[in-house]
Nanobody, 124 residues
């Protein structure tokens, strides 16, 4: 089992920045992939970004490319999402997810472990 705990959400004005963190504990052998998903009110949960722990491969949702950066600190078993130039449409609950995989999946159903989510609200 893997436990994931997110933090760092909050309220920010449009154009501002936030950094989300996700700390993993429990079964943490490698290789595995970790990602960020988000769910806005009334919408389905969508992929935002993912990173593979072994080779640093990253994928991003097109609408966040150039604004969001996913990274990880292996020594701390922590995943980050640096979000810059935030827009009102980025408002959502952001979830951290993990899966033991040799590839880097971007679909929701591919991930086995999920955090509880952290709210990000961007005011216009």
């Amino acid at each position: 089992q893997v436990q994931l705990v997110e933090s760092g959400g909050g309220l920010v004005q449009a154009g501002g920045s936030l950094r989300l963190s996700c700390t993993a504990s429990g079964r943490t052998f490698r290789p595995y992939a970790m990602g960020w998903f988000r769910q806005a009110p009334g919408k389905e949960r969508e992929f935002v970004a993912a990173i593979h722990w072994s080779d640093y491969t990253t994928y991003y949702l097109d609408s966040v490319k150039g604004r969001f950066t996913i990274s990880r600190d292996t020594s701390k078993n922590t995943l980050y999402l640096q979000m810059n130039s935030l827009k009102a449409e980025d408002t959502a609950v952001y979830y951290c997810a993990a899966v033991f995989s040799l590839v880097l999946p971007t679909t929701l159903n591919a991930y086995d472990y999920w955090g509880q989510g952290t709210q990000v609200t961007v005011s216009p």
